[in-house]
């Protein structure tokens, strides 16, 4: 049934693009072009955008933004650029949103309403579905007012009967209730897959080191994927390439196997209604054992975008695992032009603000066997040389032993094999996953763990310096 939503559809459009800079927003008053990043969310949409339009203010005007010059400036560039939209670079209320369209006599979007039509257009799996409409109807909702010009009464009479005249009620308020209706029967059925991926995903991370792929849209997460795994994931050179996360494995030295898993990407004021009908999208990041933190360090705002994406991961409480920072595109590096601005623009500049980083590059595969090295060492931490008795009846525990650590001496007695092993915790705890019954330097193997580890491991990421992981030899 008709909401009275209105249509959101922005495909093959001629567009303007406009923002109000505050004074007080130092950081996007001294970009050369404030407005790449809604261009490259414009151009995602499908949109061609053909003119820009900024004025710096202290604030913005509370019925128009711009000021009424400048309104009547856009007014005439709408029409002597024939576009069919204007998107603002920022969240407009709906009173906004009702007097921009009647003095543009254009449809008009802010940046939350662009990022939501990527999301729909390209959602595929069921649950990313019913979340972007969940976020589209909350975020629109109350904004109905700005879309209907039919806002007479419902009355009572014929045809509808005895016993229902009365003054009736708004249309509003009927689209209120069929909206509000529907935004609880998709979060019923949103909160039944979000369960079960829930299960499945804590279940995998028992049973398996997982490794999330996390970063700003278009860093090159999904590039790295393909590179380290059979691959499979959708990589392309836009903005929100990956809206659902795919997982597979990795493996990251001799029979060390990890769970590696691509996400969707990150942006700076991401629509709140979508950071929280994702949290299942990112339950693979919350639940993973590690993070890699991928940045495009050739993106001259890089520094910013890991800002982002590490508030992001604390919001949705993914910050208890440790982190590695990841500098991808670093073959683009040396193509840069020294900047002006504070913007790292070589590795001896990444290197001073972000010392623990390894520089790497998905399309070449430099510093993969670094990258493999680190997340081993993270996977396995501090490794002891012990002596396990394990019951001879018990070969899958040897084999494991066998494939996974170092075994440098071996021998019987009538019951058990006796192996002198160098082991990792992990590798003791997932033989007790697997059920096997062993001891560990003639301890049960839970007293061992707390004899052999007593104290929690340094996080590896704050252990090796850049220099020693930077990409070949000199750079």
Known sequence: METGLRDGSIQSERALLAAVILNSDEESASRSDPLSELR???????????????????????????????????????????????????????????NIEKQLSCKVLDRSELILDIFA????????????????????????????????????GSPMGVGTRGPGEQQL??????????????????????????????????????????????????????????????????????????????????ANTVLLSDTVGFIQRLPHHLVASFRATLEETVHSHLLLLVVDAADPRAEAQLTTVREVLDSIGANTQPRIVVLNKVDKLALLPASASDAPTSLAQWEQREATAIAISAVTGDGFDVLRARV?????????????????????????????????????DEQHSILTARVARRHLEQMIAMGSRFTVNNLLVHEALKSLWPHPETPVEQRIPLHERLVGDGR
């Open 40 to 98: 490259a969310l414009a151009e995602t949409a499908g949109v061609q955008p053909v003119g820009q339009m900024i004025q710096f203010r202290h604030g913005m005007d509370g019925r128009t933004c711009f000021g009424k010059g400048k309104i009547l400036e856009l007014e005439a560039a709408v029409k002597e650029l024939r576009v069919g939209v204007v998107i603002f670079d920022h969240d407009l209320s709906p009173s906004q949103l009702r």
């Open 121 to 156: 257009n390209r959602a595929t799996t069921r649950a990313a579905q019913l979340q972007v409409e969940i976020a589209q109807l909350e975020y629109t909702a109350p904004r109905l007012r700005a879309m209907w010009s039919h806002l007479g009464q419902v009355t009572g």
């Open 173 to 254: 308020e009927i689209d209120r209730r069929l909206v509000s209706r529907r935004i609880v029967a998709l979060k019923r059925e949103l909160s039944e897959v979000q369960a079960r991926k829930s299960r499945e995903v804590q279940a995998r991370c028992a049973e398996h080191f997982t490794v999330g792929i996390v970063g700003y849209t278009n860093a090159g997460k999904s590039t790295l994927f393909n590179a380290l795994t059979r691959g499979g994931a959708f990589a392309n050179d836009q903005l929100f390439a990956t809206l659902q996360t795919r997982t597979e494995a990795w493996t990251v030295g001799g």
């Open 376 to 412: 081993l060492e993270s996977m396995l931490g501090d490794v002891r040389e012990v002596v396990l008795r394990i019951p001879l009846r018990d070969g899958r525990a040897v084999d494991y032993l066998e494939s996974r650590a170092t075994v440098t001496a071996r021998d019987y």
